[in-house]
């Protein structure tokens, strides 16, 4: 059994074994799959703990419904783009962020209408120096002012290669290029913008799930770092005239802008920390136009100006569940640069995931090696909970995102493989058990018949004179103790005066001996046509004490000491109650006549009983008789083994078939006063 249940552990171990190394494939290949489950326990990490911090510096200028349903369809004539940021940067913002790509001349421009409509210029005797361009318009309303456009990259044919970037950046400690986003297309502003203000790249990428939770910092077009739109305005609110890049390794670690410092740039693609209402300042472009608002609104602060405008602007998920466009997505991930609550994701927690999981991997495998189902259930919720806890902590306390997703699903699988081979195991043990059990039970049905069976057909074999003598051999007690007690009625009877007191009880013997004939033959009847007998709960020590009491009774005159140690807890046995006192019978005549076989005055005979270790009741007979030769305890139990001149030889092989049938055993053991000791058990009644 134990190499059955070592075998089904190995085998288990195997398989977590196999699971571990799966895992650490997976960790190490990260495909797609395990990336956005990752991301989605971040993004619930949010959700239940959103970005409570907010900077008052940054305002936003929306090009909403009402802007354009007063000013007309988008895009806009530069001129009252003009307009509008004459206004804000009349007010003298830190910075003008524009959300928009402006690649394109506008068409618009009274000086385009005329050359592109040569007929008209002539009719109308126009020249185009003569008419005003609204591109040079809304240039001269930017120049001068910290203003920062957009820039899209892409992949395509580069449209003013090579690309020159208004901003110098240096790296220091090595090449950070080859882990930037790569692009080989920047779609750029036209060049009168291009002139009086700086760009930084504007596109928003998703990801697979539409959710957006990582932003590039810079960008690589083509070997040429551009930096993005939150770089390049933090650039200007710093004053700064390079963009310092400090890299370990060849990855971005550190950004330096003048003084201000971008420490959790997560190796160029930052973490946003979301908020769930981006509440900043919102102001429509129509107010500004319209001059509705107070003039101190953009004072000394960051203005980021955009379209929201439904049907144009694009909206993007967000972890936290929100749509927001691509206005508030910026604000806010310039608002985590400014405060600092980027989220922090640093390299070093890949190789802290690796080896957690393989710790939790190390784990099961003990306990489920040494250990039971109950206490790979207790491993498996611990280390689910110290998944939670310490990322949670890790999230809440720190800002950075540690993987829960993989280590609780791998703590899912260690235990389900752990249990559920643990139950196939005990299944298959118990199934193996069982039969081993029904096989045994079959093999001593088998061994009993045999026993019966050679009883049986020795009887049959042997002549009428010795069965007579079996059958006189069981009933010879009783009726001898009949002749006995009615000698007795007889000597009272003869007495003259008849003493009915006196008669009574020595009557009631009489029918008690022969009651017990009836039933030795109605047994006996039972046995050879059934081949069963009935049994029921029997309470043992009772039955020992009435068989002493009916012994002395049958052996007139002369006593015999027989000595009891009953267990007093003793539970009832499983037995056929006339059998057993047939078997009780058989010992003690047997101890009586071996003890009559030494002349001694001090012969003890004694019945104990107990329950074992086994569970079943012992019946333990022990006489002071000579004891048994070695060659007798080899043939004791065979039918017609005697010693005695007038044995059958039959008592003890009757005896062992009939305690074997109910489920016990009957043997014999030497005992320490030299004589010895019957033994037999009995399956307890439960
Ligand atoms: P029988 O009593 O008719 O001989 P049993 O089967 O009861 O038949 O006993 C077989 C033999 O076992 C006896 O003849 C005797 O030699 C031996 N025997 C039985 N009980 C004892 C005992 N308590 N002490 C010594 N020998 C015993």
Redesign the pocket.
Known sequence: MLTFATKAVSKTTTILVVVLLCVIALKVSDPWAIRILRHNTFDVFQKINPNQTRTEEIVLVEIDETSLKAKGQWPWQRNILAELTDNILGQSPRALAIDIVFPELDRTSPSLIIENNPALARQLKLHKHNLPSYDDIFASSLQGHPVILGMATGYGTDQRAPIETTTSITMYGGDVRSTLPRFNYVLRNIEQLEKVTTQGVNNLAAERDGIIRQLPLLYNVNGTIIPSLEIETLRLINDATEIKLTAENNKLKNIELNSFNLAKSNRGKPWIYFSKNSDYSKVSANDILTGTINNTLFRDKIVILGVTALGIADYTLTPVGSNLSGLEIHAQALDNMLTNSLLERPSSFFWIELSYLLLIGIIFLVVHKRHGALEVTVTFAVMCWASVLISSSLFVFRSALFDLSLPLIFTLIMFVISVSTGFVTEQARRRKEAKIATQKEREKEARIRKLQNELLHTIGKSSVQKLSSSIA?ELNQPLAAIYNFTNAAKKILDKDNLDQETIKPVLEKILKQADRGNEILRTIRDAAETGKSHLSALNINKIILEEIELFNDSSLGEKFYIKTDLSLELPNGTANEIQLHQVLL?LIR??K??TEEIDRNDHELLISTRENPKGMIEVAIS?T????TPD?KKD?FKPF????EQ???????ISRSIIEAWGGNLWVEDNKKG??T?KFTLPLNH
């Not at 008789?625 to 048994?628: K, R």
């Not at 083994?641 to 005695?644: M, V």
């Not at 044995?647 to 092989?653: H, K």
Request: hydrophobic share 35%.
């Open positions: 051999h058989n047997n101890a006549q071996a006489d008789g000579p004891g048994l007798q004791l083994f005697t010693t005695k044995g059958t030889g039959l008592g003890l092989a004589g010895a019957f």
